[in-house]
């Protein structure tokens, strides 16, 4: 079926009536233009540009041309909160060889960094936005050299399927004790360089994330509700507990999987990839006690299944999931789980696909209550300034929006540097032809 992006509200209505949803509308998006309070930090709009990797650093881990080009072009566009890319804290947790990585050595890059970020901000927009550093492991998508070297939780016959991978690459309960120490000492690296707080991040299926659907793991990491979400609960206390008050200690956590018991998050046995949110509701509760002051809320895994974690036109012909249910799916999941911790700041995720309609369908679900601000992620890589133009301008413009074709990820997934193939195709269009096109 030909499903492209909404460029008006009538095909808004056609593809909500296509995958039979109703979603949230509003022509008035003043609400994206308000301030709101984390601790004591004044986040000046309600636009978040979500962690978008560009697999683009040095090998050490630091900033290189594209990266730097990349945060430019987004503290230009006036986020209030810019969610900084996915960054290791240790060589054996990499995803890719180009992947940040935040250590004593590369510290003084990112403090440059940071500090760029903000002063372009301040010079171009007049405010400095909130930048916080997603710190992480990356567990079996781990490939520090280039090549696969998966540290996993347990065996996924989903994932795996009749190649199980050896069991020396199941990590030790030891082994996770290191690891919480190191993303401790990440968010303490973070708070010294200079970012406003530190995402443990636990989504996507990355390594604490895939730990909350061991089930079947013995020990202290597995089993229990208390077991499988040990490892990011400690951690979150081990950074509040170390760095300062006003630093803020947030997770980018998902609160479903879309994978059948027992290898998801967010089902039930029996009941196939229903999404049941009573455990992401008390994973959210159990983090604001400990002091997280905001949650961003995502889905799913962008390997396995896209559709859910990132809806794009070829969802429905690829995985039989038309791209509006998975926002549907994505923004009422968000709802349902901020109804656990009403007194934070939540964030959306996956809101691209909504085209030029993204603006008027968050603006409405904040209205409602269901969250409080707009986490943009493929549409900044199209459309940098997109959060000037909602918050200032005269909205979302067709001519500049992401439209979901899916070929960042592509060039991402064959091992390149993803940006917009479509936007910004001087730089990106290349590579897409080379490392996609190329081998096909
Ligand atoms: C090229 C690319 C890189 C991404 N990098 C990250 C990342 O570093 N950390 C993360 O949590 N999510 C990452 N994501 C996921 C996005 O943040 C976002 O959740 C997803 O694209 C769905 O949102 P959207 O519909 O607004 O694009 C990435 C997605 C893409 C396409």
């Not at 996924?156 to 996770?176: K, M, R, T, V, Y």
């Not at 549409?379 to 001519?399: M, R, V």
């Amino acid at each position: 079926m030909n499903i492209n992006v909404p460029q008006s509200k009538a095909d808004l209505d056609r593809l909500c009536e296509e995958a039979k949803v109703t979603i949230p509308y509003s022509e008035d998006t003043s609400v994206l233009a308000t301030p709101i309070k984390v601790k004591n930090k004044t986040l000046h709009n309600r636009i978040v540009y979500q962690a978008m990797e560009g697999c683009d650093g040095t090998k050490d881990g630091i900033p290189d041309e594209l990266t730097l080009r990349r945060y430019t072009r987004f503290a230009k566009g006036a986020p209030a909160l810019i969610w900084f890319e996915a960054t290791a804290v240790m060589q054996e947790g990499r995803a890719n060889p180009r992947q940040m990585y935040l250590n004593e050595k590369t510290a003084d890059a990112f403090a440059r960094t940071v500090e760029m970020i903000k002063e372009t901000s301040v010079k171009e927009n007049g405010f400095e936005p909130v930048v916080i550093c997603q710190l992480t492991h990356s567990g079996r998508y781990s490939k520090p050299e280039g090549v696969p070297a998966p540290r996993i939780a347990y065996n996924n016959p989903i994932f795996e399927g009749n190649n199980p991978i050896e069991q020396s690459a199941i990590l030790s309960d030891d082994e996770l004790d290191n690891i919480c120490e190191a993303l401790i000492g990440g968010a303490v690296l973070a708070e010294k360089v200079g970012f406003d707080g530190a995402d443990i991040k636990c989504c996507h299926r990355y390594l604490l994330c895939e730990l909350l659907s061991a089930y079947n793991r013995p020990g202290r990491y597995g089993g229990s509700f208390e077991n499988r979400t040990r490892l990011v609960r400690t951690a979150a206390e081990g950074a509040v507990a170390a760095c300062s008050d006003e630093f803020i200690v947030t997770s980018r956590m998902n609160i479903y999987d879309g994978f059948e018991y027992p290898y998801g998050f967010g089902v039930h046995e029996g009941d196939g990839i229903t999404p049941h949110y009573e455990e992401a509701k008390e994973l959210a509760k159990a983090l604001v006690k400990i002091g997280m002051p905001m949650l961003d809320f995502t889905m799913g895994n962008p390997y396995f299944n896209p559709n859910v974690n990132r809806p794009f036109v070829g969802s429905l012909d690829k995985f039989g999931d038309h791209p509006m249910f998975g926002v549907e799916r994505m923004l009422k999941g968000i709802g349902e789980v901020k109804k656990a911790v009403p007194d934070i700041p939540v964030i959306s995720s996956g809101i691209s696909f909504l085209g030029t309609e993204g603006a008027k369908v968050n603006a409405a679900c904040i209205e409602a209550g269901m969250f409080d601000l707009a986490g943009f992620g493929r549409q900044t890589l199209a459309y940098p300034d997109c959060a000037k133009d909602i918050t200032i301008g005269s909205g979302l413009d067709k001519k500049k929006i992401c439209i979901a074709c899916g070929k960042c990820s592509e060039v991402m997934r064959a091992g390149g540097t993803p940006g917009c193939v479509i936007r910004d195709g001087e730089i990106y269009a290349k590579l897409y032809k080379e490392l996609v096109l190329g081998k096909k």
